[in-house]
C-alpha cells in the first residue's frame, strides 16, 4: 500500500532532552511537510522540503530541525530550545510544487508528550 | 498574506440533518480549496477540493463551490451521519506553495 507512515504514535520527551519524530512516504513524492497542531486549533507549518537535500523554515520553525536526505524520509527533531512541544505533529508530502496546486497528503500522525 | 476563517464550532446536529460548514478565505492570486477531515486521533483526510473558480468538489456526499467573487467554499452535506462526526478543516493553497489552514469546526452527529 502506497501511504505516509509516522512513527511512533505517541512519544514522550523529558526536559532538556531532543527527540526525533519519523515521516516516511511510499508515494514518491518530491515535497514533504511538517505540521504542529495544537488543541483546537488548525495547523500550523514547521519545515517543508521541495527536494532531497533542501528544505526551507515554516512558521513555526524555531526549536525544531530537519533533514532531507532522501527523498522518502523527512525527519523532524524537536529539539530542547523548543518550550512547549507538547502538540500533534502532523506530516505530509505533494507530488511536486510546479503550479502550487498539488493536494498534500497526510500521515497519521504523531502525539508529543512532555514529562 | 493568506488567511482562511471558518464558523466557529462546535456543531451539533441530528441524523439526517441538513450540514452547512461556513469558509472563507484571503489570498493573493488565485488559490486551490480544500476542505480535510480528521477522525479522533487520526491525521488528516482529504475530502474534497476546487482549483478554479465555479469548480465543485464533491466526495462521499460532500459539496462545495468554489465562489471567487465571495471567496468562500462553503461545506455541504443534505443528510448526515453517525460517521460524519469529526473536525473539519479548510484550507487553501496559493502560490506560496504552502496550505494555509483555517481553525477547524467540530462536527457531532447524534443518532
Known amino acids: 500500500d502506497g501511504g505516509i507512515t509516522q512513527s511512533p504514535k505517541y512519544l514522550f520527551r523529558k526536559e532538556g532532552q531532543n527527540v526525533t519524530l519519523s515521516c516516511e512516504q511510499n508515494?514518491?513524492?518530491?515535497?514533504m511537510y511538517w505540521y504542529r497542531q495544537d488543541p483546537g486549533q488548525g495547523l500550523r507549518l514547521i519545515y517543508y522540503?521541495?527536494?532531497?537535500?533542501?528544505?526551507q523554515k515554516g512558521d513555526i520553525a524555531e526549536g525544531y530541525s530537519v533533514s532531507r536526505e532522501k527523498k522518502e524520509s523527512f525527519p523532524l527533531t524537536v529539539t530542547s530550545a523548543q518550550k512547549n512541544p507538547t502538540a500533534f505533529y502532523l506530516c505530509?508530502?505533494?507530488?511536486?510544487?510546479?503550479?502550487?496546486?498539488?493536494?498534500?497528503?497526510f500521515g497519521p500522525g504523531t502525539r508529543l508528550l512532555v514529562l | 498574506g493568506d488567511s482562511v476563517t471558518q464558523m466557529e464550532g462546535p456543531v451539533t446536529l441530528s441524523e439526517e440533518a441538513f450540514l452547512t460548514i461556513n469558509c472563507t478565505y484571503t489570498?493573493?492570486?488565485?488559490?486551490?480549496l480544500f476542505w480535510y477531515v480528521q477522525y479522533p486521533g487520526e491525521g488528516l483526510q482529504l475530502l474534497l477540493k476546487?482549483?478554479?473558480?465555479?469548480d465543485k468538489g464533491s466526495n462521499k456526499g460532500f459539496e462545495a463551490t468554489y465562489r471567487k467573487e465571495t471567496t468562500s467554499f462553503h461545506l455541504e452535506k443534505g443528510s448526515v451521519q453517525v460517521s460524519d462526526s469529526a473536525v473539519y478543516f479548510c484550507?487553501?493553497?496559493?502560490?506560496?506553495?504552502?496550505?494555509?489552514f483555517g481553525s477547524g469546526t467540530q462536527l457531532t452527529v447524534l443518532p
Open positions: 508515494l514518491n513524492h518530491d515535497a
Open positions: 505530509a508530502s505533494s507530488p511536486g510544487v510546479a503550479g502550487g496546486r498539488e493536494t498534500q497528503y
Open positions: 484550507a487553501l493553497r496559493s502560490s506560496a506553495r504552502q496550505l494555509t
Open positions: 489570498a493573493t492570486g488565485y488559490p486551490s
Open positions: 522540503s521541495q527536494i532531497v537535500n533542501d528544505f
Open positions: 476546487a482549483t478554479k473558480a465555479d
